[in-house]
């Protein structure tokens, strides 16, 4: 059976998760050592203390994500990450830094080390390097990959695969994320935020509601058009007189329907995108994916659409796993 990878944003998503049948929720710190660094998320060290026992109790795991990358001479916070993470009660560290995946192994080699998606791994010889020289069990892939591909890469690995299945896209090699920070100053991957909300502003001008990044307009909704939160990846530009979606157009990652795919291509884990969502949203999806993984099992048909209200821009994509490009 496939393993539900959901995740927590704040104690309460954490709960709700639990309780809508995740065997497993992923969280970070309140710090710049996890990718989801925005104020009101994230967990203090009691609050993982009592998340992790509230889901052991309810036969579920925790994972903490400390997949940013230490700017050199300053590793203390990811280490004492690490530290915190074994001793308030983690199942397993997701980790990117091959420093801070060592630390973690030499430190706390009875704590099970997984290889975040920002490492980018996505060949064989990659995810054989991390299993052999540092223990990693598992390793998220790349939201690049196509379902053939990854069913080649679980015939040669020695580690379990973990693929996401819901949730927000990246348009760039995960790990090599840097475009918010040309107009922010702010890296996602040391900082930990992609577009930090200190830095987006919403203003209405006559009939249009324009978003900006880094005092630079990312986007103009007309009135009554649904306003996403404004990212450079998705943002509308003008260029040759016309105005598009020039890298992405929002959409949202639901593969419900592959399941049995991922499954017979040796995928272990299925995550869940989407720690900056409220408990609400974690709630419908993990319901939604505990239901289709029942189905799978018991082999009844999956039903397809069941998440299309809550994907962004109310579209669905499965994104690279059936890609028909090369």
């Known amino acids: 059976m496939m393993e ?3 995740p927590a944003g704040t104690p309460a998503a954490l709960r709700a998760a639990v309780d809508a049948g995740a065997d497993t929720v992923y969280l970070g710190f309140r710090d710049e050592t996890n990718a989801r660094n925005f104020p009101g998320l994230n967990f203090s060290r009691e609050e993982l203390k009592e998340g992790a ?7 579920a795991s925790v994972y ?3 997949n940013t990358y230490p700017r050199a001479g300053n590793q203390g916070p990811w280490h004492r990450a690490v530290d915190d993470a074994a001793k308030y009660g983690a199942d397993a560290v997701i980790l990117a830094d091959m420093g801070v995946i060592d630390y973690a192994r030499r430190n706390h080699p009875e704590l099970r080390r997984h290889l975040s998606v920002q490492a980018s791994a ?3 010889e990659a995810i054989n390097f991390y299993a052999r020289t540092f223990g990693v069990k598992r390793v998220v892939l790349p939201r690049v990959l196509t379902l053939p591909e990854i069913a080649e890469i679980n015939r040669k690995v020695e580690v379990e695969t973990e ?13 090599r994320c840097a475009l918010s920070s040309y107009v922010t100053g702010i890296s996602p991957n040391k900082e930990g935020v992609c577009s930090p909300a200190s830095h987006v502003s919403y203003k209405e001008e006559g009939d249009e509601l324009v978003t900006r990044l880094g005092g630079k307009t990312i986007n103009r909704f007309a009135d009554g058009e649904p306003a996403g939160y404004p990212t450079l990846c998705k943002g509308r530009f003008k260029t040759a007189d016309k105005t598009s979606y020039l890298f992405e157009e929002p959409t949202s990652l639901s593969v419900l329907h592959i399941l049995p795919e991922l499954e017979q291509a040796g995928v272990k884990g299925l995550k869940i995108e989407g720690r900056q ?24 048909p999956v039903s397809a659409g069941a998440l299309i209200a809550v994907t962004e821009g109310g579209r669905e994509t499965t994104g690279a796993y059936r890609r028909s490009w090369n």
């Open 4 to 6: 539900l990878v959901c």
């Open 53 to 59: 026992a509230y889901a052991h109790r309810h036969g």
């Open 64 to 66: 903490v994500a400390i």
């Open 122 to 124: 996505s060949t064989p």
């Open 163 to 175: 693929v996401f299945v819901f949730g927000g896209l990246c348009v760039m090699a995960e790990g």
């Open 277 to 300: 969502r409220g408990r609400a949203y974690v709630a419908e999806v993990v319901k939604a994916f505990r239901k289709a993984l029942d189905d799978v099992a018991h082999g009844r």
